[in-house]
C-alpha cells in the first residue's frame, strides 16, 4: 500500500484522512479512511492506514462493514495491531450507527405498517449469526410499549410457547402483539415451523384477547411478513 511505512504524520497533508475530512467532509473518505480515524494510531510500522486495511481484509465479503462493525470484541482482536482499545472504539462506533438507524426509524414506527416495523428492528436482528426471536408490544394507541427477546436458537413450536410471548404481554398491559424473528441466513422466507408457531401464537392471543397482528422475518436488508401474506 502506498505510504505504508509512513505514520500518519508523515504521510502528505492531502493523504492524511483527518485533513481530508476537515477540507471536504467526511463523506469524501474511503471505508479505509474512515476506519484509519477511528484507529487514530497504528500498530509496530504498520500505519492507521494500513491496519485499518488489514481490518477491511478480514471481513471482506458479502457485507464487510457491517461484518466489521458487528464482529465481537474478542475476534476484532485476532487481528495483528487491533488490542482492546481499538476494538471497543469500533464497537462503540458500530453500536452509535446502530442507535442513529433505530432513533430514525423510531420516527416512522406504525403498527399498521409492517415496513415501518421491519425497519425499526432491521439493523439490530439481520447481523446476528443466529436466530432470535422477539415480541413487539403495543398498547391502544398503537404505542410500543417494551420489546423483549422471547428466545434465542431456531425456530421450532415444540420447544417455544406461547406462554413466555403472552406472560411478557400481560406484564407490559400489551394491547397487541408483533412477532419479529430473523434468519441469519439473509432469505426470509418462512420454513413451515414458523408457520405452525405463528398458528400457536395466533390462537393463544384470541383467547387472551391480546391479538398477534403480525410476524415478520428479518433477512438480510429484507422482510416477509405474515400479515402481508394472508398468514394472519
Known amino acids: 500500500m502506498k505510504n505504508e511505512k509512513l505514520t500518519m504524520k508523515e504521510l502528505p497533508s492531502a493523504d492524511r484522512p483527518y485533513e481530508r475530512a476537515f477540507a471536504y467532509g467526511s463523506s469524501a473518505l474511503s471505508d479505509t479512511e474512515l476506519i484509519a480515524v477511528l484507529l487514530k494510531t497504528g500498530s509496530g510500522s504498520d500505519n492507521a492506514l494500513t491496519l485499518a486495511a488489514r481490518l477491511l481484509k478480514r471481513f471482506e465479503g458479502r457485507r464487510p462493514l457491517?461484518?466489521?462493525?458487528?464482529?465481537?470484541?474478542?475476534?476484532?482482536?485476532?487481528?495483528?495491531?487491533?488490542?482492546?482499545?481499538?476494538?471497543?472504539?469500533?464497537k462503540c462506533a458500530g453500536e452509535l450507527a446502530f442507535r442513529i438507524?433505530?432513533?430514525?426509524?423510531?420516527?416512522?414506527?406504525c403498527l399498521e405498517s409492517s415496513d415501518s416495523i421491519a425497519a425499526y428492528f432491521m439493523e439490530s436482528m439481520r447481523h446476528l449469526p443466529y436466530e432470535q426471536?422477539?415480541?413487539?408490544?403495543?398498547?391502544?394507541?398503537?404505542?410500543?410499549?417494551?420489546?423483549?427477546?422471547?428466545?434465542?436458537?431456531?425456530?421450532?413450536a415444540?420447544?417455544?410457547?406461547?406462554?413466555?410471548?403472552?406472560?411478557?404481554?400481560?406484564k407490559y398491559r400489551?394491547?397487541?402483539?408483533?412477532?419479529?424473528?430473523?434468519?441469519?441466513?439473509?432469505?426470509?422466507?418462512?420454513?413451515?415451523?414458523?408457520?405452525i408457531f405463528t398458528n400457536q401464537?395466533?390462537?393463544?392471543?384470541?383467547?387472551?384477547?391480546?391479538?398477534?397482528?403480525?410476524?415478520?422475518?428479518?433477512?438480510?436488508?429484507?422482510?416477509?411478513?405474515?400479515?402481508k401474506q394472508g398468514v394472519l
Open 101 to 109: 438507524s433505530k432513533e430514525t426509524a423510531a420516527g416512522n414506527l
Open 66 to 90: 457491517s461484518d466489521l462493525f458487528f464482529a465481537e470484541a474478542e475476534e476484532l482482536t485476532r487481528v495483528k495491531g487491533i488490542g482492546k482499545v481499538k476494538a471497543i472504539t469500533l
Open 158 to 170: 415444540s420447544i417455544i410457547s406461547p406462554r413466555e410471548v403472552f406472560l411478557a404481554a400481560l
Open 133 to 156: 426471536i422477539r415480541a413487539a408490544f403495543f398498547d391502544t394507541k398503537s404505542h410500543l410499549l417494551k420489546d423483549v427477546v422471547i428466545s434465542t436458537g431456531t425456530v421450532n
Open 201 to 227: 401464537i395466533k390462537k393463544a392471543g384470541e383467547i387472551l384477547q391480546i391479538p398477534l397482528l403480525d410476524h415478520i422475518i428479518i433477512g438480510d436488508n429484507r422482510f416477509v411478513s405474515l400479515r
Open 174 to 195: 400489551a394491547v397487541f402483539v408483533v412477532l419479529l424473528h430473523n434468519h441469519p441466513s439473509g432469505d426470509p422466507k418462512p420454513s413451515p415451523e414458523d408457520l
